[in-house]
C-alpha cells in the first residue's frame, strides 16, 4: 500500500513539475521546477529497489547538469518573462505532441504485450553497485569507453575553445591598467 | 518488527534526528563566538544567562519576530523556497547517517540511523550537493546584483569542489568494497590502528579540505564574503527566512563531521576504554572544533585562488590518490 501511495504522489509530483517546466514564461521557475522533477524521479528508482541509480540521478542530474543550466541562466534577467515568438504555432504542436505519443507508444507496448524481460537479471546477494559493475565492465564494456573518450575529447575542445587568451591574466592586466593611469 | 512498530519507530526517530541537530546547530552559532572570541582573546557573548549561553535564546526570538521582508522585484515564490530547501537539504542528508551505534532502550533494539541505504555515502552527499540549490535560487530570485554574484559563485565553487570531495573518498571505498556508511564503520572495527586515516591520510586532508568549501566556511566563504559583495545570496534575505541558510549551514558541518569520523576516523567502534558512542560525539566535536580553528586562524581567499587550488592543486593529487591506491589494491 505504501509503495503505491509513494508512487502516486511521486508521479503527481513529477507531472506538475514538468508541466511548470514546459508552460512557464519565466526562466527561473523554469529551472526551478525541472530541478524538483529530476530529484522526485529518483524517487521512483528507489521505489524500484535501485538505490545506486536513485543516487546518481540526484548527484547526475541536480549537482551537476541543473547547476550548469543555472551558471548559463545567469546571462539573462531571470526575473523577467521571455518573450517567446513562436512562427508555427499548430506545427511545433503537432510535431512535440506526435513525438511525445510515438514514445509512449514505444515504451507501453511491449509491457502491454507482456514481451518485456530482463536480459541481464540481478542475481541474489549482489548488491546494487556491484551488479552496476558487472554489467558496465563486461557486456557494455566497449559502449563505456567510447563514451569515456566522447568526453574527453569534449573536455580536450571545451578547453581549446575558452583558453585562447589564458595566459593572460585578467587580474593583472586590470591592475596594469590602474597603474598606468595612476602613473599618467 | 512490524509494520507499524516500524513507522512509529521511524517517525520517533525522524523526530529526535530534526529536533535535536536544529537545536545542536543553533548552539553552534554560541559556540562559535564563544571559541572565535577566546582565539581572539575577547569574551564574546557574555550578557544573556551565565556565561551568555542563552544567547541562543534570544537570537532565536529576535529571528522569529523579525519582519520577513520580500523585495518588491524579486521572483516570490523561488525567493521564499530557497532557505527551505537549504534548511530540509541538510536533515534529509542526515537520514541516512548512522548517528550512534545501536543500543537497547526499554528493551527494545534502536538502530540510530533513519534508513539504512546500501549506497549511504553517495546519498549523504549527493544530498548535500544539492543543497546548492538553495544559494543559487536565493541568489537569483531576489533580483539583487550582490546576490546575483553570490550565486554564481555557488555554482563554480561548489561544483568544483564537488569533484574533489568524490575522488577523495573513492579512495577508501575502494578498499572497504562497500557504499553503506555501516559497513565501512565495521571495516575500522580493530582499533586505533585501523583507522582508515592512518593509511589513507591523503585523502582525508582532500576530504577536509573540500568539505569546507562545500559547507561554506571560512577560508572559502565566498558565496557570502563580506568584504566584497555585502552578503552574497543572503543580501536581501531577513529574520527566519535568513536564519534557515544558517541553521542548515551548521546542520551540514555536523554531517560532514560524522562523515569524516565515520569514514576516516573509525566511526563508532570503540576506542581503547572509551565506548562507541561516546568515542562518535567526541570525534565529532573535535571536527566541529577544528571548523571554527581554522576560521580563527585563517583569511577569506580570491575566487581565482579557490579554483586554481581546486583544478591545479587537489584535483590531480586526488587522481593520482585513487591510481595509487588502485595500484597497491592490485598488488
Redesign the interface.
Known amino acids: 500500500m505504501f509503495e503505491a501511495i509513494a508512487f502516486y504522489t511521486f508521479s503527481a509530483i513529477t507531472i506538475v513539475m514538468f508541466w511548470i517546466t514546459v508552460t512557464s514564461k519565466n526562466a527561473l521557475y523554469a529551472m526551478s521546477a525541472l530541478a524538483a522533477g529530476m530529484i522526485m524521479i529518483s524517487g521512483f528508482f528507489f521505489l524500484l529497489d535501485a538505490d545506486f541509480l536513485g543516487v546518481v540521478q540526484i548527484i547526475v542530474y541536480t549537482g551537476a547538469v541543473m547547476a550548469l543550466y543555472a551558471f548559463g541562466m545567469m546571462f539573462f534577467d531571470t526575473t523577467r518573462d521571455v518573450k517567446e515568438r513562436v512562427r508555427a504555432p499548430k506545427l511545433v504542436f503537432l510535431l512535440s505532441g506526435m513525438t511525445a505519443l510515438v514514445l509512449v507508444i514505444a515504451l507501453v507496448a511491449p509491457i502491454l504485450g507482456d514481451h518485456i524481460e530482463a536480459l541481464y537479471p540481478m542475481k541474489e546477494g549482489i548488491e546494487n553497485p556491484q551488479a552496476v559493475g558487472i554489467v558496465l565492465f563486461t557486456k557494455y564494456l566497449v559502449p563505456f569507453e567510447v563514451a569515456a573518450v566522447m568526453l574527453l575529447v569534449a573536455m580536450i575542445a571545451g578547453i581549446v575553445l575558452a583558453g585562447k587568451k589564458m595566459d593572460e591574466s585578467l587580474t593583472l592586466k586590470v591592475e596594469d591598467e590602474f597603474t598606468q593611469k595612476g602613473a599618467q | 518488527m512490524t509494520t507499524t512498530g516500524f513507522i512509529i519507530a521511524t517517525i520517533i526517530k525522524i523526530l529526535v534526528v530534526l529536533g535535536l541537530f536544529s537545536a545542536l546547530a543553533g548552539f553552534g552559532t554560541y559556540l562559535e563566538r564563544k571559541v572565535l572570541a577566546f582565539m581572539q582573546r575577547r569574551l564574546g557573548p557574555m550578557h544573556v544567562g551565565p556565561y551568555g549561553v542563552l544567547q541562543v535564546l534570544a537570537d532565536g526570538i529576535k529571528l522569529f519576530t523579525k519582519e520577513d521582508i520580500i523585495p518588491q522585484?524579486?521572483?516570490k515564490?523561488?525567493f521564499m523556497?530557497a532557505p527551505i530547501i537549504g534548511a530540509a537539504t541538510a536533515f534529509i542528508a542526515l537520514a541516512a547517517v548512522p548517528i550512534l551505534p545501536e543500543f537497547e532502550i526499554f528493551g527494545v533494539k534502536v538502530h540510530p540511523i533513519i534508513a539504512d541505504?546500501?549506497?549511504g555515502v553517495?546519498?549523504v552527499?549527493?544530498?548535500m550537493?544539492?543543497g546548492?540549490?538553495a544559494p543559487?535560487?536565493a541568489g537569483?530570485?531576489s533580483?539583487n546584483k550582490w546576490g546575483?554574484l553570490g550565486?554564481?559563485r555557488t555554482?563554480?565553487q561548489?561544483?568544483s569542489y564537488?569533484v574533489v570531495t568524490g575522488l577523495s573518498i573513492l579512495a577508501p571505498l575502494m578498499m572497504v568494497g562497500?557504499?553503506s556508511l555501516i559497513d565501512i564503520n565495521n571495516y575500522q572495527s580493530g582499533g586505533f590502528t585501523d583507522w582508515i586515516v592512518w593509511s589513507q591520510p591523503v585523502a582525508f586532508v582532500l576530504f577536509l579540505i573540500a568539505g569546507f568549501a562545500e559547507t561554506n566556511r571560512t577560508p572559502f566563504d565566498l558565496l557570502e564574503h563580506e568584504a566584497e559583495i555585502v552578503s552574497g545570496y543572503a543580501t536581501e534575505y531577513s529574520g527566519m527566512r535568513w536564519g534557515m541558510f544558517f541553521i542548515g549551514e551548521y546542520a551540514n558541518m555536523i554531517t560532514l563531521g560524522f562523515l569524516a569520523s565515520l569514514i576516516f576516523l573509525g566511526g563508532f567502534n570503540d576506542w581503547g576504554f572509551i565506548p562507541g558512542g561516546l568515542a562518535i560525539v567526541l570525534k565529532v566535536s573535535f571536527l566541529f572544533f577544528f571548523f571554527l580553528w581554522t576560521r580563527a586562524a585563517w583569511p577569506h581567499v580570491r575566487p581565482?585562488q579557490l579554483m586554481w587550488l581546486c583544478w591545479k592543486v587537489l584535483m590531480p593529487i586526488a587522481v593520482l590518490n585513487v591510481v595509487v591506491t588502485g595500484i597497491v589494491l592490485m598488488m
Do not use: K, Q
Open positions: 522585484n524579486a521572483v515564490p523561488i523556497i541505504i546500501n549506497v553517495l546519498f552527499l549527493g544530498v550537493a544539492s546548492l540549490f543559487l535560487l537569483m530570485a533580483s546575483l550565486a554564481a555554482a563554480i561548489l561544483l564537488e562497500s557504499l581565482d
